[in-house]
């Protein structure tokens, strides 16, 4: 048995930051700006948080007694942190229903796509959410560093997906490292080719059903055809270009070597900090005046 190298940084400390969003509050429909089709690309993402962060602590739990003492105590915070965004996700998607969307289509293709991969062995549990955990951590480091994403968007809703950016980016290397741990025996060239199979399949399937699921929610506004398809585009792959701009880091993803810690990104925890420090939620004002 081979001892495995973890590029983690090993200062990093995860801590789970228990913070409620807008509860006291009814959310607007179009609370991305007024927005149609930003407010539909990030209903629809949320849909997949409540189900798919529960698979994602259910797929690396299953590792945690053999992990190294560092590792297990990772996927411990990792765990705490992902229950507590499925807790957040699940409120704010009830606001999102509160205000008229149906998200039953979307929610049903999630348990869809997660019934398919459970079927897999735990170590392809694991692959899976390995890669949709560079999804998440490379998504969120192009929201908190280029602030159009959330540009005219609901205050408090902002802050949810700034909070869980923040410890999307904190937590990155935990199905990285539980990967690398599952695997530990196998040959380097067996590891990259499962590793980069499940990526382009669950890539695949991320864009086709994200799309998709924005697709319903524009269409419930009213928002159809070449017109929803166009404005979907613009704003994924040109203005703000989420898409675009996470490519290159997708990319790197199956280059030998990766690891999510390459990019040491945690400056911008520490100016998200900073922040919420100065401009607090209003829920935080409640409780500490409380
Ligand atoms: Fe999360
Ligand atoms: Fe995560």
Known sequence: MTATILPTPADLSITPRDRRFGRDTAMERLWHGGRVEATAIYNALSTTFPAGEAYFVESVRKFRADAPDKLAEEIKAFTTQEAIHS????AFNKRAEQAGYDLSKLNAQVEKRLAI????PPVV????????EHFTAILAHQLLANPSHLEG???EAAEL????????????????????HATRDWPRFKRWKVKAKVM??????????????ALELMRQDGVTGVDAWSRLLWYQWVHPGMFRNIAGAWAKYFLPGFHPWNEDDRALLATYEAKAKVEPSSKRKVRSAA
């Open 117 to 120: 991969t459970r079927s897999r």
């Open 87 to 90: 807790r957040e996700h699940d």
């Open 200 to 213: 382009l399949y669950i890539t695949r399937n991320f864009l086709v059903d994200r799309t998709a699921g």
């Open 153 to 155: 968007a609901d205050r």
């Open 161 to 180: 997906w700034r909070w869980h950016a923040c410890e999307e980016i904190e937590h990155k290397g935990v199905g990285y490292d539980t990967w690398l």
């Open 125 to 132: 549990n694991v692959a899976a959410t390995m890669a949709l």
